[in-house]
């Protein structure tokens, strides 16, 4: 039993310190808190909250190229003006055929004082079509009427007055076709005599293939309307 505890210390000497005591070793920073290293017990700082709880996420940063927009209604439509049948009813009754169905009047080719009217006692019919002013002119699909008055209206261009011209004769007015030269864009003109000349293309029902130049030269005390075809 001598002999054991200075073989058992020799061995602890040879193994360089290996028998110390156990338990943990302390570091210059547990000695020193200026060493810049933090002390046992130190509380570091934490933006996610709690130890062991993520930061919250930011927000995506908004698209430049493509800005959130605000859904918003469609533009709404704008109310036609009434229709102003009275003086058509009036001016039928006058010629001694009263209208006993529905007066209309296009108000889309209203101009000046003129409007443009029929009547019909439902879709598809439309009779007696006529455009009437204020100051009690008319023009029909006829050679007869106030065409002066009609073609001289202040703001009246020559496709204007070709699409009241086509709507009164049923057709359709026509414009340049490069499949067919010779149809041209309608032409308005004031001569120096004060006669008015339209001169225009259109198509009408049944042959809408077969287009036909109409010319109407008017002065104050008549009008002459001449159809060629193409």
């Known amino acids: 039993m001598r002999l054991a505890l200075p073989l058992a210390a020799m061995l602890c000497a040879a193994a360089g310190g290996a028998c110390k005591k156990s338990g943990p070793a302390a570091t210059q920073a547990d000695r020193d808190p200026s060493a810049g290293a933090p002390t046992k017990g130190a509380r570091s700082d934490n933006v996610g909250g709690p130890a062991g709880d993520p930061a919250p996420t930011p927000a995506p940063p908004a698209d430049k190229d493509n ?6 209604p469609p533009p709404t439509s704008p109310t036609p003006p009434a229709q102003d049948t009275a003086r058509y009813v009036a001016w039928m009754a006058q010629r001694g ?9 296009v108000v889309d080719l209203r101009i000046g004082d003129w409007g443009f009217f029929d009547h019909g006692g439902g879709p598809g019919q439309a009779l007696d079509r006529a455009g009437l002013d204020k100051a009690s002119h008319a023009v029909q699909p006829q050679e007869q009427g106030n065409w002066h008055a009609f073609l001289s209206t202040p703001g009246l261009d020559a496709a ?6 086509a709507w009164l004769f049923s057709a359709a007015e026509l414009g340049p076709n ?6 041209t864009a309608p032409t308005l003109e004031i001569a120096k005599d004060g006669s008015v000349k339209l001169q225009g293309w259109m198509a009408f029902p049944p042959n809408m293939s077969a287009p036909m130049r ?3 030269t008017a002065t104050p005390g008549g009008a002459k309307l001449v159809n060629e075809s193409l």
């Open 214 to 216: 109409l010319t109407i």
């Open 178 to 183: 490069p499949r067919q030269p010779k149809v």
């Open 67 to 72: 800005p959130v927009t605000v859904n918003k």
């Open 97 to 105: 055929k009263p209208v006993k169905d529905t007066p209309r009047e």
């Open 160 to 165: 204007g007055a070709l699409k009241r011209v």
